[in-house]
Structure formats: C-alpha cells, structure tokens
C-alpha cells in the first residue's frame, strides 16, 4: 500500500490565493508603467517642439529643406502634388510656442523663398533642381551664379506663385548687382569703366546704350560736369527693354534680350481706344519731361503747369516697328496725375505708370535702342 504525504486542504487554498494575488498586482504594476510613459511621452511633444516647430521658419519666415525634403519630393515624381507646408494652429504649448499641425504629415516645401507654393505638381525635376541650386548659390554669396540660374528657371514652366517667388528674388537680388556701385565677378552685364579725358558722362551712356542719368544715379555723381578724366565709374551694358502684358496689367523690365530685372503696375487704354499691340521702340527725342500735350477728342491743350495736367511726371514717346503699327503716332509710356487709374482701362491708348516707376523707366529705356512690347 503506497504511502502518501497528507497536506491541509486550507493551506493549498490559501497558497493558491497568495499567487493570484501577485500576478494581479505584477499586471496592474505593468500597466501603470506604460500610462506613465506614454503620458510623459506626449508631454514632452508639445513642450519640447524645438526642431519641430523651428523647421518652418528661417530669417524670412522660411528655411532651406533638408537633402532628405528635397529627395522626397522629387521622389513624389511630376505627377504628384507636394504637400503643402506646416500649418500653424491658434493653440499654443508651453511658453506659448505654437504648435504645427500633424508635421510629419506636413514635410517643408522643396524651396524656400516667398512666396512658398502650395504645390509642384506642375513642376518638373529639371526646374526644381534650378532652383534649389539658385538658393545654395546665394546662400554662399555668389550673387551673380544665382542671378543666372534664377533668370535661366523663368524660362521653364512652374506654376504662378513659384513664378512670382522667382521674380521677386531677381529683383531683390537687382539692387545688389545693378543699382549698386559694386560690380560682382564674373558679371558681364556691367563692368568698370575709366573716364577718358574730354569724355562727357552722356557719351559714355550713348556707348553702352543707357542713359546718363542711370550712370549719376549708381555712381552718386551730382552733377555730369564733375566727372574727371581718369575716374572709374560703373556702367551697365544695355539697352533695357520692356514688355506690357494687357491682361495682367503689368510690365516686365529687362536689360539686354533677357535678363529680368523687375516688374510695374501699369494702365491702359480704354475699350473705345484700346493700347496697340506690338513692337515698338522708344522714339527718338521722344523722352520728354512734362511737355505739352494736345488732347484730340477734346480739342483741349494741356500744359504742365495745368492743375489738371494729366501726363504725370515724364513721357516716353513710341513708334511702332510692326507693319500693323508703324503708322500710328501719339502714343507714350508716361505717369498720371490720377493713380487711382494704374490698373484699369482709361487712357487715351498710352501707356500709364506711376509717376515715381516712370520716372525710373525714363532713366533706363534709351531712345532707337529699347524695345517696348506690347501683348495681350
């Protein structure tokens, strides 16, 4: 017969219930832990934020992308839209930061200049690239490397704010290598020049095609009669050029066959004397400053020292190049006593501007050099 160990029936009950016990404290200690860490977790999402919400700004208001942004996207491929960038929510973390919305979901656009585009979708890699080389070009100082590719992207297709964002940079990038004194290396656009004796500063612009008056403004001569034989002065190898595009209401500024300098708000005819289109070139002795002006549908002649002069502040007289406007006379890029008008159709035909941008375009278009183009 086999002998057996007795155990107390409420021991093994009690021992059994000792165990229970402790697994069920292990799960809810392991619980707590979990809670705990993904609390902190979250906190320190919305305090910390330092990269996260920094990545969207630079000086500007906008940051050059990672080469990692930059592979994504063109990874994306033409036919895929970008995300747009991070969005920023009234809530605010800690210390008031703001917090983006979803950045993950929201990677930086692949360039940084303003305006920041909602999209590349239209954009090929080509022009991508171009310009993401502009802005590193520019960001290690070669100013005129990144003129060219800047200028070289406004020939390929983008959408319209990239093609804002482009000119605009071009023109920031203009008052440092053109309205400035200095000339850049490697620019073949200007150059600095050594007066030779008996030389007038109007003939040194008749050379290279621009008007004396661009010459004093970026050399700070006062008057033409004080320049000197053997002075070194900056010149600009012109002629500026413009083109006016009807539907837009806007004039581009060029120097030479291509290199975009800025644009200008302008005004046009009316619809029962619509602005000719075409070519046209500046007249010669056609650039006057406030002349008398005869008014055919009212019979009228004004004056300038008329309260009501209507011209503004200079006339910049065209004749036509095209087989469809070479007859045509009496028509002018000038300022206007009424600004109001920049932006509509109401004038006799003429181009109007501002009277500050005409004034600055008399002093750059030169007469049987400059082009001024017309277009729907």
């Known amino acids: 017969m086999a002998k057996y160990e007795y155990k107390p029936l409420a021991a093994a009950k009690r021992k ?16 707590g832990a979990v809670v705990l860490i993904k609390t902190r977790g979250t906190d320190s999402g919305v305090q910390g934020g330092g990269d996260a919400v920094g990545s969207v700004g630079g000086g500007d208001g906008y940051a050059l992308p990672s080469e990692a942004s930059q592979a994504a996207a063109r990874t994306a491929g033409a036919d895929t839209p970008a995300l747009p960038p991070v969005e920023m929510q009234p809530a605010r973390g800690a210390g008031g930061t703001a917090v983006p919305a979803n950045p993950a979901a929201n990677p930086t656009p692949p360039v940084a200049f303003n305006p920041v585009p909602h999209s590349t979708a239209n954009m090929t890699e ?17 100013v005129i490397a990144s003129r060219d590719t800047l200028n070289a992207a406004l020939a390929m297709e983008m959408p319209a704010e990239y093609r804002v964002g482009v000119k605009k940079k071009l023109t920031e990038l203009a008052d440092q ?5 200095t000339v850049f290396p490697g620019d073949t656009l200007t150059e600095m020049y050594t007066v030779r004796a008996g030389e007038a500063l109007a003939n040194i612009g008749k050379k290279f095609s621009v008007p004396y008056e661009i010459l004093m403004e970026i050399n700070g001569i006062k008057r033409p009669e004080l320049l000197q034989a053997g002075q070194k002065i900056k010149v600009i190898k012109g002629p500026f050029h413009v083109k006016a595009y009807c539907s837009t209401y806007t004039m581009d500024l060029y120097l030479g066959s291509q290199m975009y300098i800025k644009s200008y708000r302008i005004g046009l005819g009316a619809h029962d004397s619509p602005t000719p289109t075409g070519r046209w070139r500046v007249k010669s002795g056609g650039k006057l400053i406030k002349p008398s002006w005869y008014d055919k549908v009212t019979g009228r002649t004004y004056h300038a020292t008329d309260p009501d002069y209507p ?21 002018a890029l000038h300022g206007t006593k009424d600004p109001e008008t920049i932006g509509t159709r109401s004038s006799r035909g003429c181009v109007r501007l501002f009277n500050g941008d005409v004034i600055e375009v008399y002093n750059l278009l030169f007469p049987e050099k400059s082009e001024v183009r017309i277009v729907d």
């Open 311 to 331: 011209l503004g502040s200079r006339w910049i007289a065209i004749e036509g190049l095209d087989e469809t406007n070479k007859h045509e006379e009496g028509f």
């Open 177 to 181: 290598w053109l309205f400035s004194k």
């Open 16 to 31: 059994n219930s000792n165990t229970r016990y402790l697994v069920v404290a292990l799960v809810v200690i392991i619980a």
């Open 126 to 142: 080509a022009t991508l690239e171009l310009i993401d080389q502009a802005m590193k070009q520019l960001q290690s100082g070669q």
